[in-house]
């Protein structure tokens, strides 16, 4: 079993940055392909960003160019740079790890992006 925890969200105004980061429980993260994916109100879990474990890395077409996903310091930890945030980008973030086939969800961290 894997436990993820998401920190880092907040309030924020248009155009400003925040980063996240997820820790796991464990050093599977070594073998796991990991991702952030975002919900906003009445709509669909999508995709903002994944991280294999070779150093690939692949982006929702909307925040390409605006986010970065990379390996934290700390050990098995994951961080999800955001700039140039928008409004559009409000929604639960949710980290996730793909290990074997088999995903691992966070709790969930709430960033608001204001006018």
């Known amino acids: 079993q894997v436990q993820l925890v998401e920190s880092g969200g907040g309030l924020v105004q248009a155009g400003e940055s925040l980063r996240l980061s997820c820790a796991a429980s464990r050093s599977a993260l070594t073998f796991a392909i990991m991702g952030w994916f975002r919900q906003a109100p009445g709509k669909q879990r999508e995709l903002v960003a994944t991280?294999?474990?070779?150093?690939?890395?692949n982006y929702g077409d909307s925040v390409k160019g605006r986010f970065t996903i990379s390996r934290g310091n700390a050990k098995n930890t994951v961080n999800l740079q955001m700039n140039s945030l928008k409004p559009e980008d409000t929604a639960v973030y949710y980290c996730n790890a793909n290990i074997g086939g088999r995903d691992f969800w966070g709790q969930g961290t709430q960033v608001t992006v204001s006018l």
């Open positions: 991280l294999g474990f070779l150093g690939s890395t």
